[in-house]
């Protein structure tokens, strides 16, 4: 466990430059970090995970002109980059011949997801290693997605050189994917509201459909699953279920008794956690209404109960 002092980023830097696997903080969710342009290493982060190859990593930069670097860029993309940037929110676009990156980073596919994380943490980190860090959430693939360095520990302690521990993270939904590949599409709902992006791009947003190729992470139909199957748009209970709340209700844990997705989408993964941790029969979990932020929570629920692969 790093501490996020000169000492802990110095370690943690250090330890990328070995090949390990650093788990870090943003935004969104912790990290399992990996050097993007060591195959050992990228090879490292799906064995620790027991990820599929074929699901594409985000890679982590300090900004948008390293962005630049590796991926062609787009009128599209510096409007998105200038508005949302650093934030959460990742773009895939066409890689650069030239990239100097792990092909196992994309998965072989001929574009590259790519973000600037905002937390301080993330911000020092790769500004410590100076280079590109490939970042899938730092869980078992398929598990529910850490907020807390304590649950990086429960789920991959023993797999991992290191976790630099920033405390809870903020948003607590991993980032909006958007592909800028052939029109805007959302290829995944996360912390930056749909509602945001088509304000800054001026007009409405292609999505990605469920039956379509797996183009970016976060895609699996079963994903962000705990131990007890779930229930979801639950107005009354049943005997052996737990509650997890959202509104005046009466619940096991609530997401937000104010009813606030802002603070929903905070708290989702590590009520997930905490709810997983009493072994419950059954997650119920109360309605979410499905605009803003409530769509990405309302996404990671679905595939959250969604029959496991």
Request: aromatic content about 4%; hydrophobic content about 40%.
């Amino acid at each position: 466990m790093l501490t996020p002092d000169a000492t802990g980023y110095t370690r943690a830097a250090a330890l990328l430059g070995e090949g390990q696997l650093v788990a870090f903080p943003t935004e969104t969710v912790y990290g399992l970090g990996g050097d993007a342009r060591n195959d050992m290493a990228v090879a490292r982060i799906f064995e620790a995970k027991g990820r599929p190859r074929f699901n594409p990593l985000i890679v982590h930069v300090p900004s948008a002109k390293v962005a630049r670097t590796y991926v062609d860029w787009t009128d599209e993309a510096d409007r998105l980059a200038s508005a949302f940037w650093p934030g959460p929110m990742t773009l895939v676009l066409p890689l650069k011949p030239d990239s100097d990156l792990s092909p196992l980073v994309t998965a072989d596919l001929p574009t590259l997801a790519i973000r600037v994380p905002e937390h301080p943490v993330a911000k020092s980190l790769l500004e410590a290693f100076g280079g590109p860090v490939a970042a899938p959430s730092a869980n078992p693939s398929g598990k529910i997605s850490p907020t807390s360095a304590a649950h990086v520990s429960a789920g991959l302690s023993g797999r991992i050189a290191g976790i630099l521990d920033g405390g809870t993270c903020g948003v607590g939904l991993e980032s909006t994917i958007l592909g800028l590949v052939d029109g805007p599409t959302l290829l995944r709902p996360g912390g930056l509201p749909q509602e945001a992006v088509e304000a800054a791009l001026g007009a409405p947003i292609a999505h990605h459909q469920s039956g379509d190729p797996l183009t970016a992470p976060g895609q699996m139909t079963s994903h962000y699953a705990p131990g007890a199957p779930m229930r979801l748009n639950v107005t009354k209970i049943r005997a052996g279920e737990s509650l997890l709340g959202f509104g005046p209700v009466e619940a096991r844990l609530n997401l937000s008794r104010a009813g606030d997705l802002t603070e929903a989408a905070a708290n989702l993964f590590g009520h997930l956690h905490a709810m997983d941790a009493l072994k419950p029969e059954v997650i119920a979990v109360s309605p979410i209404p499905d605009h803003g932020l409530g769509r990405a929570i309302n996404d990671r629920l679905r595939r959250a109960a969604a029959p496991r692969t």
